[in-house]
């Protein structure tokens, strides 16, 4: 979600006329999105915070200036408590006021013009609030340290019209913003919001954009895209009949650009039977579902609020497998949650064989203020944490492993996506089923489909030569 947030972003500066330096040496307006999800994240921006001040400083000794934006989960989770901490912050801008990024820049363009060297004392628009060039405080609560003011109204999250980024030929495209879902242990209910969808017509209309655009596969994007639900006037578009429009627009589309639609994430409590059948009636869907477990354990499941069972979760693998015979499954398992004893690790590791799923983001539990679970008895210590991590991370290296050692010899198509990283003269790509393959070719099949034939295995990695269909 963040990388779609920061594409869209992006085309904002663009469409003003601004480019991408080459570095945050060069750059007059340093933008700093950020995300919540993990504390680890969270660490580094506070990093980097201490080097972009460092570089404010400098450029401000000799004379110039660079303008400072925190902007996504962070701005909203920490709010006027980072600029008490890092007053080199100039505009704070939350998930929700992604509106505010044209003003800022537009402010900044100002200034630069004007030759003003800082924005205070302009009534320039500060990160969440003030309408830029009036000098109107909107509210209040002005942040410390500047004439910069907070909003009075709540923001109300909205959602950029495009999210295509030039030469791309994936794309993600958000469907739906926040959660309602409050997982005891995720901060991402009280940073993101509630639940809000776009409307029907505005991601057709972004699908045509993009598919004018080059654009060869769709991410839908959503904290929980099962979720999705358009009312409007008593007709109501839930996830199912959304992808069953999203089908018949690629369907019709000259020449069907777009050939492959993923989407993430997928709660299990949510997936519909529904939603089931449309995927498994279009050639458009690819053959792979991030769908978070998070844990193998009842007791834990529900103590994570997680609101569905073991049985539940493997009831539903059973009738998507059915469905659609050859789906790959991933997933996100979290170990050493408050309370998590030695059978409830067990039972992820019993579920995880059963499923055996592709690949999986593994990580242990850190406790999160501001969250139900932070204030659990029966934390789990680090060095056990550790140990039950490294057990799933081996299980599951074992089971890709198993899984793709029964692909070589097959011939599938894949999405070339570009140059390997490692070998300058091969090819990366990707199945449906979200399997990464290598094989030599030229740069000039970069965006396109190809036939490829299975050969080895190299780490996780599939190794092929393209076949002429
Ligand atoms: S479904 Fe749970 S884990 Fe996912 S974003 Fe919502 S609260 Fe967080």
Not at 180 to 207: K, M, T
Not at 301 to 325: F, G, H, Q
Not at 351 to 379: C, I
Request: charged share 25%.
């Amino acid at each position: 979600m963040n990388m779609a947030e920061a594409a869209a972003l992006r085309l904002v500066c663009a469409e003003r006329g601004w480019t991408e330096a080459a570095g945050p040496e060069d750059a007059d307006l340093v933008l700093l999105h950020t995300c919540s999800v993990r504390a680890t994240a969270e660490q580094r921006v506070f990093g980097r915070l201490g080097q972009y001040a460092a570089l404010k400083k400098k450029r401000r000794s000799g004379g110039g200036r660079v303008a400072l934006v925190l902007s996504g989960c962070m701005a909203a989770r920490i709010g006027g408590e980072f600029k008490k901490q890092f007053p080199a912050i100039d505009y704070l801008m939350g998930p929700q006021e992604r509106e505010l990024f044209p003003r800022i820049l537009e402010t900044e363009e100002r200034l630069f013009s004007s030759g003003t060297g800082e924005a205070a004392g302009t009534g320039a628009a500060a990160g969440t609030g003030a309408a830029a060039g009036t000098g109107a405080a909107a509210g209040t609560g002005a942040a410390a340290g500047t004439d910069r003011a907070f909003p009075a109204e709540k923001p109300v999250f909205s959602f950029a019209a495009s999210h295509l980024e030039e030469g791309r030929f994936r794309s993600f495209l958000p469907i739906m913003h926040g959660c309602d879902n409050f997982c005891s242990y995720c901060i991402v209910p009280y940073v993101r919001g509630r639940e809000v969808s776009r409307s029907p017509s505005a991601i057709l209309d972004e699908i045509r954009l993009l598919a004018a655009g080059g654009v060869r596969e769709l991410t839908l994007l959503g904290q929980n895209v099962n979720s999705y639900r358009w009312d409007a006037r008593e007709e109501v578009t839930d996830f199912a009949g959304l992808l069953g429009l999203i089908a018949g627009e690629l369907e019709r589309l000259p020449g069907k650009p777009i050939g492959w639609v993923r989407f993430l994430s997928s709660h299990p409590k949510d997936l519909a039977s529904e939603a089931i059948e449309v995927m498994a009636s279009s050639p458009f869907f690819c053959r792979h579902l991030h769908l978070c477990v998070q844990h193998g354990s009842n007791r834990i499941l529900a103590a994570m609020n997680r609101r569905y069972t073991r049985e539940d979760y493997l009831d539903l693998v059973s009738r998507l497998l059915a469905a659609m015979p050859g789906l790959t499954l991933s997933t996100d398992i979290l170990v050493g949650f408050p309370g998590e004893t030695e059978e409830d690790l067990e039972e992820t590791l019993d579920l995880m064989e059963k499923v055996r799923f592709l690949y999986a983001y593994m990580y242990h539990y850190n406790p999160r203020e501001g969250t139900a679970a932070y204030g659990l008895e029966g934390r789990v210590g680090e060095k056990v944490k550790r140990e039950r991590l490294a057990r799933v991370i081996a299980l599951q290296k074992k089971h890709t492993a198993f899984l793709l050692e029964g692909r070589i010899g097959r011939t599938e198509t894949v999405l070339i996506e570009g140059i390997s990283r490692k070998n300058a003269d091969e090819l990366v790509g990707r199945t449906e089923r979200d399997e990464m393959v290598v094989l030599p070719g030229s740069a000039s099949l970069i965006g396109s489909f190809a036939a490829v034939k299975f050969s080895s295995l190299s780490g996780n990695t599939l190794r092929g030569t393209l076949v002429q269909k």
